[in-house]
């Protein structure tokens, strides 16, 4: 049951997709106030409740014990503090003994959640614009709330299939040469490769929809070069427009009086990459379609995929806000300078970036109304994207294109992917990644994955290792860095034949991903899971933090430790364990329900599997193009025959439709005597 | 066996205590080669080698696989990518199957340690002034080459037995009315307390020895108040003296010549929170004599304990480098500002403070001969320490004073403790802080523990909690916030008598750890271990990162995560666990040797005993004079008899003899089938 209440006048999000009347009742579960123009839902908490969603967002899975911000955040260096991250998602389920529902706010200004930070044991949700739609789900089970919630919002974008493929990326490629270097030694190693990402780099001083034609003479020769070798190239695109007369989509730009404006009606602009940049206003249909029509040139170069950047908007600074810091300056020249005026003049340059100020000095244009931008600020990555996939679907209806942002809002899950944010080569933002993952999928985003190696600061080669073992499992799998760090392509490491093997396994697996990628996301499932959705009634699997559950049979859990050769690991269930070295080599093992210890040195890592779950295992390949779906070697943990629905498709079909899709494979029983490993089955199958 | 190679002309470090010939022959173990005035060591890692040492540094217990460097540094928002803390121990243990050495580098100046993180397979370590002493140290075990490097550095400090209660700080409390509260809100509901730090906001205009007559009218009689409540007042000194004519210890510094001079001679000056600041050449016996003097005033008005801060030094800005900074604002005011001229401005803002051309630009009288700062660096707190140790024994040769400070060096063991530097208030602090506890241990500062609670950033309840449960087991035992963050005081929560059990829990435990901590010191020994060195043979245990040792038959095993209501604990040997939430209700389990998984809920918190090894409880009290340790219940895993030696003294004794103080104390072995934990002796004790 959804229920929808509306508080004042909510302006047009794209959000959901089913259209209901608003309730006039209480809202139920909440005790609602008002404080000023702001809607306070609050709430108490029973010691046992778990807090599950809020997606892009810092800590556990388990959301509970912080203060959390909805405000699309371009902040690379974030800790366990940071508040508000790249995207805004604001569904969120309250989970106890006696609790099960759920709370979408449908509102894309700042939200704010005290999910019993003041006091442990109140949940204090607030809206600051207080004109919203509340949505209130109640369904009998965790998964069936997160299926409620995806009929309320819609189905899951779909990538093509070779988005599962290896994605090579950095901050700093800066030629068609150097490229086609990284894609030679990924080739001439045998390490798996499906894409290489093209950073700002590629373009000419920084202006989106341009090459270099020095460093890149030849695009449509260079995609087609690449693609014979079954790799594709990704380019970049940002949110800001150079504003720079003569160059083309500025003056398109101009000329349609596309560009977000300040209150006197002038354009306004802020620096970013290239230096001044006016911003489309996505909330503008025209102005949708203006931009997504910029994509063209580059598609017809033979590109199929892109990334959306800097899209919350990320400022750097705006020439307002320079001058207020070089007034502080001079104040400060000319009088006395004391240890609090320098933290302040600090505070001052580091404040230049994302203002407050700057992002209330713009406006959309909403239905013909100027709308002051903070007031919609989460919508902004989410409306580019979504000009980006209309664009895509006009060019041609009849194929899928690979597309992730960085700043998104709910909706913008329909359009395309996202990756988990510009994130550091830290540890802690590899547990930060996978406690992220379940909660994106509850908000809709089911192709995701984070800059595995960390993009910010240097890369330790254990830590690649075991982020590459975690993306083994992202839809999204790609690795990125930034320019200054460490290299980080993974052949540059000692131990790169290792991490080869890690990705070969994701390629042999990848026929099986993709098929439960596709199951989840074509009913309206989750691909990645909490423990508590399949196990609600097992306290210990609904407070686990580190394993997360992977389509419908698997659970996955990495080492996140540095030095670590192995982890606990706890099981809601008997399980088998795959503990990979490669896709040839591999240990099984049966494991009862319970606590385990289990040994995974640098170069392993285990799946788990539900009994009467077969996982597939194909013979890998280079590409997703050269993969053979039809040979596969199942592994089960069963005392009887089983059958598993395998999803294939021709990797590019828009709108699929499930059940004809699907090839039941069945896996026997395992012969008495003969398996080598009691209890699971190992079966050769060709399709 | 200590071998000492001597590489140019060391200065005087004060760091050992032994005077050993050097060898003439190769240096053992390592590669040594040179690189300019660089020194560098380098060592193949074998697989399994784990490295112990450097005291106070980020990540692991194990530091192999990061990059550190020994650089004294005041970063209160240190991450695991933080390459150097406020604090440089360089000394390192090398340990494997095939390997057992230890590695001391007596070196004041910079000293990376590249750790695997380069190559996975190599350690180097780099001197840049290629001046020092190198110490090798073989011995059979882990234990005795901790061992061999006190009897090198000599004796760790030891603190009066008043300086393992409960200590409330804050920097904010601004007033004796303020403290008085603080001191008077702990007393009402039965919160221990020993101690009430005062911050820099006693001094009147941050200035040094100084104290705001308005806001603390009388010390002598406020001192001597809190006092008569057994609350003890430690005041801060910072480093740097206010430049100011007729404040008189800037007016005696001066006159002496005793601060750190520029190269034409002229005193140094920098802004630290007076403002403009000289800055004590600490490296003269002279100077140092002239700074511990200005503590006797404080001492007079009745204060028994200071700590020592901002001596890395720290250097908020200095006129050269604010005018440069300016200088480059000038220069973009008049031309054109790209993205990363104002990247470059910020980042010229935020290297402000701890300027690197701010060290090279003042220095030290060694014997009569001026040495650059940035050579010695990492002496400054140490030597500033010395000052104040000094004077202590001076004016009371015959007492045990409170000292800790944050700055320090190999060889400040002797004169004082540390605190585990400004921290924040994340849960990756908290493991840190465990983390790093051993190896702090290792290298002689036995008196240690972090702000509990964090400094920076605002607590979760949660998380103050947790931060106390490790808090109990600590020598130095305080809770620290930093101004502007969330008020920190446990009587602020709504869960404050589960706090208040965990301190009445250390109480209890008080004359037990103790007694530990002072036979550890005494006799050269480690009062909390990596788990490495009692099971060096013991794979699982050399790489557990989450649990240590404490004393000679404990180990602690805190809940380092949010949410969890239990943990995973890996025990090498049969142990009992003693599972508290006050001094009268725990949970006695004897658990076999292995793995478990132990549930805590957020007001437990678990201790380990070894077989045959007692712990003492003693009935409690709200301060460490109130306390009972005559009567005792003792709890011990056994089948037999055991006896302790339990050590007690007059808490200020600065020399006791270690064999002077210890009574034994017997346990029997539990009465067969009356024991209600059968294999747990359980016995009141009156000694």
Redesign the interface.
Known sequence: MIRKYTFGTPLPTDAVVLSLPAETGPVPFFTLSRDGDRVVLTRPLQPED?LFGLGESV??I?K???LYRSWNNDIFNH???TDSLYSSHTFLIFFGPDTLFGVFLDDPGTVTWDLG?T???TAVITSENGQLDLYILEEDSLTELARSFRRLTGRSYLPPRWAFGYIQSRWGYASEAEVRTVAAEHRKRGIPLDAVCLDIDYMEDFKNFTWRKDAFPDLTRFSADMKQDHIRLVPIIDAGIKREKGYAPYDSGKAGGYFCKKEDGSDFSA???P?DCCFPDFFREDARRWFGDLYQPLLASGVEGFWNDMNEPSL??TEDC?AAA?RR?EE??SGN???EA??G??DV??G??NNPEDYRSFYHEVNGTPVRHDRVHNLYGAFMTRATADAFRRFDPDRRFLLFSRASFIGAHRNGGIWQGDN?????HLKMALQMLPNLNLCGFLYSGCDLGGFG??V???LLARFLQLGVFTPLMRNHSALHTREQEIYR???WESMRDTLRVRYALLPFLYSEFMKAALSGGMYFRPLAFDYPSDPRAV?T?DQIMLGEGCMIAPVL?????GR?V?LPEDMLMVRFRSPEDYDLVPLPKG?H?IDCSLREFPLFLKKGHPLLLCPGGESTETLDDHTFTALCLTDRAVTYDLYRDNGFDPDPVLAEHLTPVSVPAPAAGTSPVPGVAISALVL
Request: net charge negative.
């Open positions: 778990c800590r556990g388990n509970r014990g912080f800790t366990e503090s930070y006091r442990s044991d620096a970013v990459w230096g750097f600074y320079v070089f300056v400060l020249r300078v004391d240890y320098m933290w003049l600090k340059f580091n230049i970036a550091f080569s830290w540890w802690s600061c240097n330790t080669e254990d490491f000692s131990t407070r933090e430790e540095q030095n670590a050769v606990y706890y606590d210890r």
